[in-house]
């Protein structure tokens, strides 16, 4: 496994290697990343990690300080996984001192964690088009726990024009259906006992929608689900599955995404509604 630190490094790493498949990462690697990894290589094509903790997608007073960094863990278990290079680069290099352009995003970034977090989408994805700059890929790979976050790069590359092709990957969850994140860690463990109760919440009211119950209902006693397990929502919402607008009644594509706070960490989860 090759490493890059520079962008001279990272040219002349992939200057043979031909079409990529490319799985951004911010890092403190866990299940949900290798199935990325996997999923990368299943494809055929040489497999081109990132590890950086993007400033730019952190609002002032959100967590880039604390989030978890384990650069030597995170190596092993690329290395592990079959990764064929990683590329490292620092803040410096990502955001030069004359940097005078970012990514202005709408569509699909305006709602839910767009008015949770201002600033976060247009963050994701600039440093996402930087990074698709650097490396060239000819497809990227995003793990669908983050589900808006998907359609907000989807719908950028469609915008402009960029030549990869986006490959969503299925949530990794915990035996208990916890989704991975690298922010489960600093669930306390009572915490982390009732962490699952936003899966449940989510397969309970998609299975009702889905039956025919009525939306507003079902989302109501979903909210009130998660608040007895301890959880304090911020959204539990049916939307469209793309465009991420909201949905009274049911019509597909669908899907139910919900952000919660339990303790410190804030737990975000989706599933499909059929």
Sequence with gaps: MKIARTLTELQAATKTMGDT?????????????????????????????????????FGPNEDYNRYPRDEAGDLAQLEASGCDLVWLP??????????????????????????????????????VAKLFGQI?????????????????ISRMVEDLLLPVKI??????????????????????????AAAPALYAALTKAAKHIAAG???????????????????????????????LEPLAALAQPARLIA???????RLLDNVPVA
């Design 21 to 57: 498949a490319f799985v951004p990462t911010m890092g403190a690697l866990h299940s949900g990343h290798l199935s990325l990894l996997a999923a990368a290589k299943a494809g055929g094509r040489p497999v081109v990690a990132s590890i950086f903790v993007n400033p730019a997608q």
């Design 90 to 127: 620092d803040v410096p290099t990502m955001y030069p001192a004359h940097t005078a352009t970012t990514i202005h995003v709408s569509g699909p970034a305006t709602r839910w964690e767009g008015a949770a977090r201002p600033t976060h989408f247009a963050g994701v994805a600039t440093v």
């Design 136 to 152: 060239r890929p000819a497809a990227a790979y995003f793990g669908e726990k983050d589900w808006q976050q998907v359609q907000v």
């Design 167 to 192: 490959v969503p990957v299925p949530i990794a969850r915990d035996a208990d259906g916890l989704a991975l994140s690298s922010r489960n860690r600093f669930l306390l463990p009572p915490e982390r």
């Design 213 to 243: 119950k009525e939306v507003a209902a079902t989302l109501h006693n979903a909210r009130h689900d998660l608040a007895v397990a301890g959880m304090v929502p911020d959204y539990v919402a049916l939307v469209h599955a793309h465009s």
């Design 259 to 265: 952000a919660a706070k339990l303790g410190h960490v």
